[in-house]
């Protein structure tokens, strides 16, 4: 089975400039997680999907937003982007909520 | 919400060492992750467990749930062993904010 794929792998954005990442996941998984890690505040959650349904959001402002399609793909999206954005996003999936994760290679964001 | 601690946050050794990693949390948890994480971000999956001992290879992985208390433990350490290791949480009722992770031990392995 192919593994967990995001696209792009790397972006480079300037502030005030909005951007969209992608994930595929593994074939049958049905759940998704993002995560952003950065030096300062090491990995945190942003958001997990299950069949198209958010089921659990991390302490994020709004400007952070994601979505999950039929197909179990997942995009999230960061509007009005600032400095501090800068991080590795990564995307995680499993078959089930609670389920063991398998990680993608991330997406490295560099706000200027 | 969950604090999760690790112990040591960097550790040197000698190929061959036996390397313990340790790991805490505070409230009850539904599940805890033993992640792997190489230099250029990729971050692999090397337990979940919920209680009990698991072996994989030269990896084994301990939980005791009264202590709140888990360990991750290298035989015959290699080289190739140096990586990031950090553990995550899951909180019991659904762990509504995901994971929780702690900061990591930074181990590196010396031929």
């Known amino acids: 089975k192919a593994g967990v794929t995001q696209t792009p792998r790397y972006l480079i954005k300037t502030r005030g400039q909005q951007v969209t990442l992608s994930c595929s996941p593994i074939s049958g ?3 998704v997680s993002w995560y952003q890690q950065t030096p300062g505040q090491g990995l945190q959650f942003l958001f997990e999907y299950f069949s198209e349904t958010q089921r659990n959001k991390g302490n994020f402002p709004g400007r952070f937003s994601g979505r999950q399609f039929s197909n179990s793909r997942s995009e999230m999206n960061v509007s009005t982007l600032e400095l501090g954005d800068s991080a590795l996003y990564l995307c995680a999936s499993s078959p089930q909520v609670g389920s063991e994760q398998f990680f993608g290679p991330g997406t490295r964001l560099t706000v200027l | 919400k969950n604090e999760v601690e690790q112990s040591p946050q960097n550790l040197t050794a000698q190929e061959g060492e036996f390397i313990t990693i340790n790991c805490s949390y505070s409230v009850g948890i539904s599940a805890l992750h033993w992640l792997q994480q190489h230099p250029g971000g990729g ?10 001992k698991k072996k994989h290879g030269r990896l084994i992985a ?17 080289p190739r062993d140096s990586a990031v290791y950090i553990c995550a949480v899951r909180d019991t009722g659904g762990g509504a904010d995901g994971l929780t992770f702690g900061k990591g031990t930074h181990l590196i392995i010396q031929p």
């Open chain 2, 62 to 78: 301990t939980i005791n749930i009264q202590e709140k208390h888990s360990s991750l433990h290298i035989t015959a350490s290699h």
């Open chain 2, 43 to 52: 971050i692999v999956s090397l337990f979940m467990l919920s209680s009990g």
């Open chain 1, 29 to 31: 998984h049905r759940s």
